[in-house]
C-alpha cells in the first residue's frame, strides 16, 4: 500500500463508519418503539419539520446546526452525534488493528450490529432476532474466507450456546434470555468456539462487575440486560481473543 494513499483511506473508511452510524441511530430509536426503519423520513419531534437531505448529513448537520432543529430551535439528541462519531472512529481503530483486509471489514460490521442491539437490549431488555441473523450471516461469510478452519467455526456456534440453552431451560427463563442464546450461537459462528468461549468470559466478568457497581450506585435493580456484556466480550474477542488465548495459555505453561 503506498504511504500516500493511507490517510485518505482511513478518511474514507470513517465517512462510511459515520454514514452507518446514522443508520444505527434510526434503529435505536425505532426498533423498541416499533415502528419501521425504513419507510418513514426522519422528523423534529416537537415541531414536525421534516429533515432535508442537507439536515441529515451524519455529523456535519449536527455541528452546523449546533445541535439545533433548522426550523423550531428544539434541541436534538447527541446521541446523534455521538453514535455516528463513535461508529466511524471504531472502523478507523480496527482497521488500523487488523489491517485492510476482509476480516476488518466484518468486524466493523459486527461492531455496529453488537453496538445498536446493546443500546436496544438496555431499553427494552430484548435483542431483536434480526441482529442475531445478521451476525450469523456474517460468520458464515468469515467461515468461507476460511475454509480450512471451518470446524471451528461450526463448533463455535454451538458450544457456548448450547450450554446457555441448557440453562435458559433448567431456570426457565430466569438465569439468561433466549436472545443471549441465539447472540452467542450467531457470534460462535462468527468467532469459533476457542474465542465465543473467551467472549463469554469477558461478558461475564464485565456483566457481574459493572453490575454491582450499577446496584450500589443508582439503586438499579437485579434485572441484569446481558447483552450489552456479550457484546462486549464478542468485540473485544473478535479483535484480540487470538493474542489473549495464546498469552494466557503461555501464563499456564501450555
Ligand atoms: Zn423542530
Redesign the pocket.
Known sequence: MPAELIIPIYVFIFLYGIVIGSFLNVCMIRIPRGESIVTEGSH??????RLRWYDLIPLFSYLFLRGK??????KISPQYPVVEFINGAVYVLIFIIKGITIESLLICLLFSALLTLSVIDFKTYEIPVGFNIFIAALGLIRLFTDLSNFKEYLVGAVSVSLFLLILLLVSKGKAIGGGDVKLMAAAGLFLGWKCATLAFLIGCVLGAFIHVIRMKVSKEGSVLAMGPYLSAGIFISALHGQEIITWYLGLLGL
Not at 69 to 74: D, F, N, V
Open positions: 423534529c419531534m416537537k415541531c414536525g419539520y432543529c433548522r426550523k423550531c430551535g428544539e
